[in-house]
Every structure is written in C-alpha cells, then in structure tokens.
C-alpha cells in the first residue's frame, strides 16, 4: 500500500534553533515528492518539488532534500513566523494522484 | 498567488441534504483536484479532472460526484449529505504541459453536516 509518514507530529523550537522534519515514503513508484506550508485556515502553500534522488532544493531558511526513501526539510536558524504545519506529498509514477502525509506543526518560539 | 477561488467558503447544512461546492481557476490548468482534510488523516483525493468533462475517481470518492463542462470549473457535489463528509474540501490544479506536476491549493470550503 501506498504511504507517506512524516515525523514528528508537532515541534517546538526556539528562535534560532535549527531543526529537521522527516517524510518517508513507501510508494509503488515516485514520480516527484512535494513540500508544503499550510497556514490555521488557509490552503497549502507550494515550497519544493524534488524529483531526483540526491537533489536538493532551498528557499530562505528551508533546504528540502531527497533519499530513495524519504525526504527531509531542514530548518536553519528558524523564526516565529515559520510556525505552520508543513505537508509532504507523494506523486505516484504514471499518474496524477498524490499522497499527503498527516503533516509536522511547526511552533517556533521567540 | 494562484488564481484559485472555492465558494462558498463555509456552509452548515442537514443531513439527506444535497451540497454542491465550487472551484473557479483564472490559471487555464488542465488538471484539477478536490480534496477533503480531516484531523489525523492527510489530504485525500476525492476526484481529479483532466479536461472537460473528463474525470476520474480518487481514493475516497463514494458519496461524492464531480463535473466540469469548462476549463475554470470544477464542482463537487454531495447529493445526499452525511455528518461522516463534515470536513475542510481543497480545490487544486496543475498544469504538467509547464513541465511541473506542482499542485496549487485554493483556500478551502468548511463544510459542517449537522
């Protein structure tokens, strides 16, 4: 079966403190693995598509990287206004269907 | 910001009722997605459209129906609604022919089934 598990649920860091979040997946076949940050109330934002194993891709204070396994989004030096619940999803090969993982909230405080 | 808009944006209804939810997008993507958001659960797909009139059935589509007889449009219906389809629905569309498969996410629809 087609999963995706992301760890931990909730995180709380303080200001400046640098962090990890996991996503692994156990898919049929991996056509791209997605990050996402959803606001209280809001859609998910778009951050990173990653493709390739080895890739890795950054944005500020956020690096996204890609083993054959799981994904990883590493936060550097974190704010308070990166708190967010932030979504992995996995795009399945041949397809348009994409797993979501239940997500990691993110609380950072000042 | 992806030109994405869902309505209405919240809305109370009995059950046995009939819902229909809309999603409107100004991006002329080709593929378009609803998805439900529940505590504990991921995103779910309910259905996906890849052209007019064109749609396919996700991993949690019983109860639900769809339809999109133009490129902006894509509704969501509930015919008989249940307190189980109480959830946050997601509008998202995609466009590979842009050589990424990258979904954009509207800004939800909360439906309450009393």
């Known amino acids: 079966e087609d999963q995706v598990t992301q760890s931990p649920e909730a995180l709380r860091l303080q200001e400046g403190e640098s962090s990890s979040l996991n996503c692994s997946y156990t898919?049929?076949?991996?056509?791209?693995l997605f990050w996402y940050r959803q606001d209280p109330g809001k859609g998910p934002e778009f951050l990173f598509t990653?493709?390739?194993a080895g890739e890795e891709k950054e944005k500020e204070r956020l690096k996204a990287t890609l083993t054959k396994k799981e994904s990883f989004l590493h936060i550097t030096a974190p704010k308070p206004e990166d708190s967010a619940t932030y979504l992995c999803a996995a795009q399945l090969s041949g397809t348009y269907k994409y797993i979501f993982g239940t997500g990691t909230r993110l609380k950072v405080l000042a | 910001d992806a030109g994405i808009t869902q309505s209405p944006r919240h809305k109370v209804t009995e059950t046995g009722t009939p819902v229909t939810l809309r999603c409107h997008q100004t991006e002329n993507h080709r593929y378009m997605y609803w998805y439900r958001q529940d505590p504990g659960h991921g995103l779910r797909l309910i259905h996906y459209?890849?052209?007019?009139?064109?749609?396919d059935k996700g991993e949690v589509s019983d109860g639900y129906s769809v339809s999109r007889s133009k490129t902006e449009d894509f509704l969501l219906t509930l015919e008989s609604a249940t307190s189980s389809q109480t959830s946050v629905y997601f509008c998202?569309?995609?466009?590979?022919?842009?050589?990424?498969?990258?979904?954009?996410f509207g800004p939800g629809t909360r439906l309450t089934v009393l």
């Open positions: 898919v049929s076949g991996l056509r791209g």
């Open positions: 459209s890849y052209g007019v009139k064109d749609t």
């Open positions: 998202a569309i995609s466009d590979p022919s842009g050589g990424t498969d990258t979904q954009y």
């Open positions: 990653l493709y390739s």
